[in-house]
Every structure is written in structure tokens, then in C-alpha cells.
């Protein structure tokens, strides 16, 4: 089932729960993929992809705000921020290793055939559609220099 329908389903099945935490941020989530699929140039579909790839960003910011709530001693909002983002991740694919990251990304180096930082870009371009999801931009990015700067 496509990630659209199926955050459509559990948001009913929240609601029917009274789970306000999860309908929050699942009604959140929809929000967001509705923008993506009525946003000028998007052809009214989401594939799953892309749906990734919000929720990505979705988690990635929940978790920083939590962090910033409690650098600045909110620690009521920041358990909110942080719930939420819990229920965010639950979507997300599994995230990677550190061995299987290096194992994806010296595959990928290879099969580009990089040699040196000048193809930092491409290897950057294929990791980031091959491990949408499955692994933080920075920790790729990270990756990729010291392979390809060894």
C-alpha cells in the first residue's frame, strides 16, 4: 500500500484511539505530502520516493527542535516535538548500519569508477537516491570523502 493511503488509514485509526499525539503528527505529515502532490509541476501523484524523502525531512526536523527545546530548558515541548517525531520514524525505512553504509557507498564508488573529491558529486548524487531514507545526507557525505579521499 502506497504511504499516502496507508498515513490516511492510521490517522482514522488514531483518531478512533484518541491518540492526540500521533493524529497530530500523522494530520502533519498529510499536510505535507498534499502540498508535494498539488504543488505546481508535480503531475497529482506521490510516489513512495518522495513521500520518503518527507518524512525524511519531517524526522530529521522534529528531532533537531526537540534538541533545541532542550538546550533552552522546554522539556514539555520538547517531548511533544519528540513524540511526534517518533511516530514520523515509524515510516521511515530501516536505517543503515555503519557497515552496511560503507559496503552501499563502495559499491557505488566503484561502479561510477570515482577515483578522486573531482567525483564527490556523482558518488554524492546516486548515494542520495540509492539510501533515501536509510541514512542521514551527512553521514554519506561524510562517507564518501574519506573513501574517495583514501
Not at 9 to 31: E, G
Request: no cysteine.
Amino acid at each position: 500500500m502506497p504511504l499516502f493511503e496507508q498515513i490516511s488509514r492510521d490517522i482514522m485509526a488514531a483518531m478512533k484511539a484518541r491518540d492526540k499525539v500521533r493524529t497530530d503528527a500523522l494530520r502533519n505529515i498529510k499536510k505535507y505530502f498534499l502540498e508535494a502532490v498539488t504543488a505546481p509541476g508535480s503531475n497529482g501523484e506521490l510516489t513512495d520516493e518522495q513521500a520518503v524523502k518527507i518524512l525524511s525531512k519531517l524526522s530529521k526536523q522534529g528531532h533537531d527542535t526537540a534538541a533545541l527545546y532542550h538546550e533552552k530548558g522546554r522539556d514539555d515541548l520538547a517531548q511533544e516535538e519528540e513524540a511526534q517525531a517518533l511516530v514520523i520514524d515509524e515510516y521511515l525505512p530501516k536505517q543503515l548500519s555503519a557497515e552496511e553504509l560503507e559496503t552501499a557507498i563502495r559499491a557505488i564508488v566503484a561502479e561510477l569508477g570515482a577515483t578522486s573529491m573531482r567525483d564527490m558529486g556523482r558518488v554524492m548524487g546516486e548515494a542520495s537516491k540509492r539510501l533515501v531514507g536509510k541514512a542521514d545526507g551527512k553521514a554519506i557525505a561524510n562517507l564518501v570523502k574519506q573513501i574517495l579521499n583514501a
